[in-house]
Structure formats: C-alpha cells, structure tokens
C-alpha cells in the first residue's frame, strides 16, 4: 500500500486500487478436483472445505497445501494427509519462525501467542482477553501491538486481530 499510497513514493496515486475477495468455494473446489484427479488423486469435498476454511480461502496458502498434497504419493487425500503436509509446511519455515519470535520482547511474544491461539480477536484490551492470556495493561498491550502491526506479524480485519503468516500461527499454536 505505501508504495502506491504515500505522497512520499514515487508512484503515489499512479495505480488503481482493487480488493481481491476470496475465490467462491465451489469454483475453487470444482478447480482443485479437477488438477487432482487429472493427477490420479482424490480428494474428497469435506477435505477440500476443511482446508479453505482454515485459511478462509486465502489463495496462497490453499494453492501451496493443495500442491503439497498433490506431491504426494497417496491417491486419497484425508485429514492425515493434510495434517502431515501442514507440519511438513510449518517444519520447512522453523527457523526463520524461531527468529522472527526471538526478536521480540516478551509483551510481544505473549500477545502474538494469545492472538494465534484465538485466531481472530476483536478487542485486545477486553478484561476476558487480558485475564485468559494473563496480559498486562491496556498500554502494555497497545505498544504491543503497535509493533506486532508494524513488523506485520498481526494486521486488523474486518472480524478482528489476526496472525498475518497463518502458517506462523500454526507454528504459534502448536
């Protein structure tokens, strides 16, 4: 967004802006049938809608587990299968993980952790928030956050306070 959007950069207002929504579920699944059975794999729709839900049809991480999954030598894709190809996905990026993590303080650390472990928060400084997670203050928990938003490991949506790498917030959960 900086790039195009700050009157500091040199192609402020040079683009226009378009919001990308999520592929519909059933044009994706009907897609990802498809490739998989051309490649002699099946993969059921429950399988499918289990995996676009967890990243909420978030293309990039459908398309990279979807390819994972295609690389593998069973014809049946399950809910194994997946969980295997998702810790393979999560062990292949550990080491940056444990980097990033070990660049913070350990306000950050403990509100990125709550934030992965709720996947979606609506309000940070909620008294059920601060006491399930064991947080300090209000403005502990905003500088916090303030940084997290900065380094993008956490952005705001429309729901709420999220893990910006949900691959990273397996990792965290786990």
């Known amino acids: 967004n900086e790039i195009f959007f700050s009157t ?3 192609f402020y207002r040079s683009t226009e802006k378009i919001n990308l929504q999520p592929i519909p579920f059933e044009d994706y699944f009907s897609f990802a049938r498809e ?3 051309k490649g002699e ?3 059921d729709e429950v ?3 289990q995996i676009y839900q967890r ?3 978030h293309t990039w991480y459908v398309q990279y587990i979807l390819n994972k999954l295609y690389e593998q030598l069973h ?3 399950d809910e194994k299968l997946v969980e295997a190809c998702l810790g393979d996905v999560v062990q292949s990026e550990i080491d940056s993980y444990q980097l990033l993590y070990g660049m913070l ?3 950050q650390s403990i509100l990125l952790r709550a934030i992965a472990r709720e996947k979606i928060v609506e309000a940070v400084n909620s008294s059920a928030f601060i006491k399930k997670y064991r947080l300090k203050g209000s403005s502990s928990i905003n500088a916090a956050l303030k940084v997290l938003i900065d380094k993008e490991y956490v952005f705001k949506s429309e729901k709420g306070y ?3 790498d949900r691959f990273m917030e397996l990792w965290l959960q786990s």
Do not use: A, Q, S, V
Request: proline share 8%.
């Open 35 to 37: 490739w998989m059975e």
């Open 8 to 10: 500091k950069r040199p």
């Open 47 to 49: 399988i499918f809608k």
């Open 75 to 77: 014809p049946t894709i």
């Open 105 to 107: 303080t350990e306000n």
């Open 55 to 57: 990243f909420d049809g």
């Open 162 to 164: 999220c893990i910006y």
């Open 41 to 43: 794999k099946h993969l």
